[in-house]
């Protein structure tokens, strides 16, 4: 069966520091790899998406940056992090699919920056 | 372009009462409309979802909405709330493209009392 990994949980960083977050999905091949940020009091916004291996697209500017070293694995990253990063992250996979296929979510990593 | 508004930031019910969560939606066609459940440190599970089939869609745990064309709304019902429905509930929509845009809601807090 397919599960999605997300880490770390959470993670308190000060404000300049530089932010990897790392998504792995396993028991699928060639998924569509998303980054969605949920800030407090708003719904999920689309970060980041990947229909394979070196292909980002972004939806938002923003001071993050993505990236798909391998095909199961989607890596979420910042040179420097500003107050307004904080919030709630989650990776999600689908498989390619014509029309509306089902997004799949990992467990979220919760970002505080001071 | 498409985008959805969620009533209710908080509702609050007690057990074993109905449970009413409100969505409105805009689109420039015909959309595919989900509601989504959060609970408290766990991902996101869909709950069901409409895609142009029958108007009343059943989800899990007793939940169902109907897709309403005329009100452009998709609210998400419960005849009987328990205590584990306690949870933050996103109303989305979908916009496809080969790829699975998620247009999400802020969400709306479901508290359950005693």
Redesign the interface.
């Known amino acids: 069966s397919q599960t999605?990994h997300q880490w770390p949980a959470t993670l308190v960083q000060p404000v300049g520091s530089p932010l990897s977050l790392e998504c792995t999905v396993e028991g699928t091949s060639n998924p569509?790899l998303?980054w969605?940020r949920q800030a407090a009091?708003?719904?999920?916004?689309?970060l980041f998406?990947s229909?394979g291996i070196g292909q980002i697209?972004s939806?938002v500017p923003q001071n993050l940056s993505a990236s798909r070293p391998q095909d199961r694995q989607f890596i979420l990253s910042s040179k420097k992090l500003l107050l307004s990063d904080s919030g709630f992250y989650?990776c999600?996979w689908?498989v390619?699919a014509?029309?509306?296929?089902?997004?799949f979510?990992?467990?979220?990593t919760q970002l505080s920056v001071l | 372009a498409q985008s959805?508004t969620?009533l209710d930031?908080h509702v609050s019910v007690s057990e074993g009462t109905p449970v009413l969560l409100r969505c409105n939606y805009s689109s420039s066609y015909s959309p595919?409309l989900f509601w989504y459940v959060q609970h408290p440190?766990?991902?996101?599970?869909?709950l069901l979802?409409y895609?142009s089939a029958a108007t009343l869609v059943k989800g899990i745990n007793g939940f169902e909405a109907e897709f309403k064309k005329s009100e452009t709304s998709f609210h998400l019902t419960k005849p009987s709330a328990h205590m584990s429905d306690a949870a933050e509930y996103?109303c989305v929509v979908?916009i496809?493209g080969?790829?699975?845009?998620?247009?999400?809601?802020?969400?709306t807090r479901l508290a359950v009392h005693p």
């Open positions: 999605i569509n998303y969605y009091g708003r719904g999920l916004q689309l998406y229909v697209s939806e989650l999600a689908s390619p014509r029309g509306h296929e089902k997004l979510f990992g467990s979220g | 959805v969620q930031s595919s440190n766990k991902g996101l599970q869909l979802k895609t996103f979908s496809s080969g790829y699975n845009k998620l247009i999400f809601g802020a969400g």
